[in-house]
């Protein structure tokens, strides 16, 4: 990072007549750009000097700037200003750059205080003047939205922008710093059942299921109602066998005993051509190993499922990402019979999904219906059929098909280019002697929330890649969930929207694909995180490191009211009720009648959000609960009100009887 302040002082003192920047300074004039740019957070690239985010001149509008900052929206800038200031100037705007897509808002905060709020600036539009005073104010935040509608081009800059000072000068700081601080509960000695009510499986297939629950081992489990096919390991709580060949509903009761206690829940398997009834719950490799998968690291992610208590909370799916396969130029990349042949990393597939079934779960691969996988190693493309065969012989249980390079060798128009593949895959998938859930990832081109059903997908990915670009005001895992809350009235069993993982925990750098790192998100976002994908009916995929789950990461992954919400049986993603530029509120029905209500405040500072029963078109709501702390609330009055803290959540949920 430059240090434009060392720079300018230099140049003080060798050229003082050229030194516009020092005469600024002298005048108490301190242009954004000359500050230390260091904290400044952004959702995309890094900031420019006197240019925009891709390096272009700076232009708004048509109209050229020669000085400022180019940046992206979500973004945030703390200033400290210690009283002294007198005004902040800028143009502001989308950079030209963008060719006229993007759109953002900008704000000023103050002490808490909103002082200036720009109309929704899209690509292409004038310039908007900013020219606010600044007397008294201590602390200063320039704010960059994405104006709710994703973050995709949005190059924003702060154009001819300038803090001027009546003394001293201003200092850029890191944004405020929130202790962790645990809301879900320990989970208590007697035993608790945590499996969602329903489970889908095609007639005589293979099945494995552990059945999730907490509790003082040892543990015996006992089923009632057992369909024909299945058996059940009464100390470890799995059942395996086939699927009973009549399709239909097999209800069970499960009963889970230790010496502190008992647990009894209901448990449907509905045999059908339906998977996935409730959104896929695992862990997949992608954001901790990249290239550094290893079948080492596969086998011992299903460890840690187990042993970190995951396991008994739903999380079963253990999925390796891209990178298995060989790398284009390390040929070959089929045996004879023409089937893939994995990397040296993974020498055993079979013996590792037989690992991974041994201890109840279930395994994912992952593959591309192009030629080449997005990471550069051998993908399905006219092995269609062969490759899904030989995961199958394999043991999988779930796959993620991934666009890559499928784009080079595409055929046909419009909607069926994007469809073909997708739907060529489903179509073998199902005629398989094994359940693969099939994820379809190719970032939500031609609206594929709108069929990706009907092609045999489980669920879909909406956007791109979510990435740690936890860079603004707004960390990205926002801009992503904004973008797939406005798809709900397509989700339902079996057919889930899919904003990616849950990058939580230690997680590395998706563009330098580096080793983890603790999440830059303050511990109120990843409440807001887990509460988002819970409302929003999300697959939860950890993709997070294993080896290094704290207290803290355990508590928002691992709490059961929470992931009640997301596991509902009825399977409705929440409706937008409100989507504001610093509030939004969704709102979940769920099958017994009750509704999970989630206000997030995108604000930079905590605010009081409240919705009425009115504006939910709900009845009267007489019990409240909060699913994080796990207590009911008082509940009065004709509204759901709480202050929450900065880029948090207030999540409810509530019932009409009390
Ligand atoms: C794409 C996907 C990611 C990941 C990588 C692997 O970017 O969207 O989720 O699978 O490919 O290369």
């Not at 089937?339 to 691969?365: C, Q, S, T, W, Y």
């Not at 919400?565 to 993603?573: A, F, M, T, Y």
């Not at 004709?638 to 202050?643: E, F, G, R, V």
Request: hydrophobic share 40%; glycine share 12%.
């Amino acid at each position: 990072m430059r240090t434009p302040a060392v720079v300018a002082g230099l140049f003080a003192l060798v050229v003082p007549i050229t030194a516009g920047l020092a005469q600024d300074r002298d005048a108490g004039r301190f242009p954004l750009s000359s500050l230390e740019l260091a904290t400044l957070r952004q959702g995309w690239g890094t900031p420019m000097v006197d240019r925009s985010v891709t390096g272009q001149p700076l232009s708004i509008g048509g109209r050229r700037f020669a000085s400022g900052i180019g940046s992206h929206a979500p973004g945030e800038w703390w200033i400290e200003l210690g009283g002294r200031a007198e005004r902040f100037v800028a143009w502001v705007g989308v950079d030209d750059d963008a060719g006229g897509r993007g759109s953002i808002t900008v704000a000023l905060w103050a002490d808490g205080r909103r002082l200036f709020a720009s109309d929704v600036l899209r690509g292409g539009m004038a310039p908007q003047q900013i020219d606010v005073d600044l007397r008294g104010v201590q602390r200063l935040l320039l704010e960059l939205g994405t104006a709710g509608d994703g973050r995709d081009h949005d190059h924003a800059d702060w154009a001819d922008a300038a803090l001027l000072m009546a003394s001293g000068q201003p200092t850029p700081v890191p944004p405020p710093l929130e202790a962790p601080y645990l809301l879900t509960p320990p989970s208590p000695p007697e035993p608790r059942l945590n499996n969602p009510a329903v489970w889908g499986a095609r007639p005589g297939r293979p099945f494995v299921y552990r059945i999730p629950c907490t509790g003082r081992r040892p543990l015996v489990f006992a089923v009632q109602g057992m369909p024909p096919g299945l058996t059940l390991e009464p100390v470890t709580g799995i059942l395996r066998g086939r699927v009973p060949e009549l399709p239909g509903r097999y209800p069970m009761r499960l009963a889970a005993e230790n010496a502190q206690g008992r647990a009894e829940t209901d448990f449907t398997l509905i045999v059908g051509d339906r998977l996935a009834l409730t959104p896929p719950m695992g862990w997949n490799s992608w954001y901790i190993h990249y290239d550094r998968v290893t079948e080492a690291y596969i086998r011992r992610a299903a460890d840690r499922l187990l042993q970190s208590g995951m396991a008994d909370h739903g999380f079963c799916y253990v999925n390796i990402d891209d990178c298995w396969a060989r790398r284009r130029g390390d040929e070959p990349y089929r045996d004879a019979s023409g089937a893939i042949l994995p990397n040296a990393k993974f020498p055993d597939m079979r013996g590792m999904v037989e690992h991974v079934h041994g201890l109840g779960l279930r395994a994912g691969i992952y593959t591309s219906p192009g030629p080449w996988t997005c990471a550069g190693y051998a993908g399905s493309w006219q092995h269609e059929e062969i490759d899904a065969r030989t995961f199958a012989a394999w043991g999988f249980d779930f796959l993620k098909y991934d666009w890559c390079s499928y784009g080079q060798v595409a055929t046909g128009d419009g909607q069926q280019r994007l469809t073909a593949p997708y739907a060529k895959m489903g179509a073998i998938l199902a005629s398989l002697d094994r359940d693969i859930v099939f994820n379809l990832c190719q970032y939500g081109m031609g609206s594929v929330w709108e069929w990706g059903a009907s092609v045999g997908g489980h669920c879909w990915r909406t956007t791109g890649d979510l990435g740690l670009e936890a860079g603004g005001s707004l960390p990205g895992f926002y801009a992503i969930g904004l973008a797939n809350a406005a798809h709900a009235a397509h989700a339902a069993p079996g057919a889930w929207n899919d904003p990616d993982y849950l990058l939580l925990g230690y997680v590395g750098d998706a563009h330098s694909m580096g080793e983890g790192r603790p999440t830059s998100l303050s511990p109120s976002e990843q409440y807001a995180y887990m509460s988002l994908w819970c409302l929003m009916a999300a697959p939860l995929i950890f993709s997070g490191d294993l080896e290094r789950l704290d207290d803290f990461t355990l508590n928002v992954l691992c709490n059961r009211e929470v992931i009640a919400i997301d596991q509902d049986p009825l399977g409705r993603q929440a409706r937008i009720v409100r989507s504001e530029d610093d509030s939004l509120v969704l709102a979940k029905p769920l099958a017994d009648g009750s509704l999970a209500v989630g206000l997030f405040n995108l604000a930079p500072v905590p605010r009081r959000l409240a919705v009425t029963f009115d504006e939910l078109g709900s009845p009267p709501l007489r019990r409240v609960r909060d699913p994080w702390r796990q207590v009911d609330q008082d509940a009065d009055g004709d509204s759901i009100a709480a202050l929450v803290p900065r880029h948090g959540v207030h999540l409810v949920r509530c019932w009409p009887q009390e």
